[in-house]
């Protein structure tokens, strides 16, 4: 019985960690505990947990990026952060006079 218990714990955290690193993992992995058919209900919860959380830190990375894009950065590829040019409204150039009528 104490084997089937740390078994149960290891997947609950490999899923958890799974959520934390890629969230959209960590919901398809919530989503196939819930439809397990030998899924005790007690590890109801935890899927429910892992969904939670998953879904959470989803929203969070999400404003986190849109966040960074709106201030100059951008991702690359390969995963790098790369700071972006930043585009000129075409005003007046350094130098030119403004001529009054």
């Known amino acids: ?7 149960g714990k290891k997947w609950f955290w490999i899923g958890a960690v799974s959520a934390v690193i890629f969230p959209l993992i960590g919901l398809i992995y919530g989503i196939a505990l819930l439809t397990e058919k030998n899924f005790i209900q007690k590890k ?16 969070v990375y ?3 990026g849109s966040s960074l894009v709106s201030k100059g950065y951008q991702f690359s590829p390969t995963g790098e952060l790369q700071s972006i040019p930043m585009k000129t409204t075409g005003g007046p150039k350094t130098g030119d ?5």
């Open 1 to 7: 019985m104490e084997d089937k218990f740390k078994l």
């Open 44 to 59: 109801v919860k935890e899927a429910y947990l892992i969904i939670f959380l998953a879904v959470v830190l989803g929203v």
């Open 62 to 64: 999400a404003l986190i």
């Open 97 to 101: 006079v403004l001529q009054q009528k």
